[in-house]
């Protein structure tokens, strides 16, 4: 039966994912900390935070789930002569605190951002402890798109992401899918579908289907040739 769980600020234990509410669809339990441990537990079961400035912590689990397939990226013939112009440069983990901040700022469109101080000193801690990654698009060696998430039982959990130019965080997500997918990894996951998100190919997966990915991806490990370091990636 679904019912919305109260965590206090030691517990680091939530209910199944079956539990969550329909409306809002995925909101699991309320409360609790933004601690590393916390978090990390958090996804791998297929759990993340998301809430507004002044409410408790909010944690969800929505049924479907948005994918992108890292081997079913749509690149438009548009895109593809983009590409091939090789306008941006694309690294990972040069520059996370940078990334993270641009995301949060208000889009044109939003009045305000979901990821407060908080969230930013959670997941740069996060980070730090080698779970958090970025990606980075440069512009003439000017910060101009990026994405931040984390890299959790064989699956880069998406967070959010920045554009300053056309084109540009979509290049990076782009060479982050071609470049996880050489890794032997399928799947970034996008949590909730949006026009944008779809139309780079991105599918809906049943909520139990992903937390199967994700539980068989706990029980092979994480595969040796994922390294996270700094270092630029290429995107042809």
């Not at 079913?72 to 993270?100: G, H, M, P, Q, W």
């Not at 995301?103 to 779970?131: F, M, V």
């Not at 779809?198 to 199967?212: H, I, N, Q, W």
Request: charged content about 20%; hydrophobic content about 40%.
């Amino acid at each position: 039966m679904a019912q919305l769980t109260i965590l206090n600020d030691h517990d680091d234990q939530f209910p199944p994912v079956s539990k969550a509410l329909l409306k809002p669809n995925g909101l699991l339990a309320a409360g609790g900390q933004l601690s590393t441990q916390r978090l990390f537990s958090a996804y791998q079961q297929g759990i993340f935070p998301w809430y507004s400035e002044g409410e408790p912590i909010m944690w969800w689990s929505p049924n479907p789930r948005c994918v992108i397939k890292t081997d079913d990226f749509y690149v438009s013939s548009s895109f593809a002569r983009f590409l091939r112009k090789k306008t941006f440069k694309v690294t990972i983990n040069l520059a996370f605190e940078e990334v993270i901040k641009h995301c949060a700022s208000p889009r044109p469109y939003e009045d305000e951002t979901w990821i407060n101080s908080d969230i930013i000193a959670a997941y740069t801690l996060l980070h730090k402890q080698g779970i958090a990654h970025s990606i980075e698009v440069w512009h003439d060696d000017e910060l101009v798109g990026g994405v931040y998430g984390l890299f959790v039982a064989n699956t880069f959990c998406g967070e959010s992401m920045f554009s300053l130019m056309s084109n540009a965080s979509k290049t990076g997500l782009y060479a982050l899918s071609r470049w996880l997918n050489k890794r032997g990894i399928s799947l970034i996951d996008c949590q909730v579908p949006n026009p944008h998100l779809l139309s780079l190919g991105a599918k809906e997966m049943p909520r139990t289907d992903f937390v199967a990915h994700l539980k068989n991806g706990l029980a092979m490990g994480d595969p040796k040739e994922v390294v996270w370091s700094v270092q630029e990636i290429s995107y042809e």
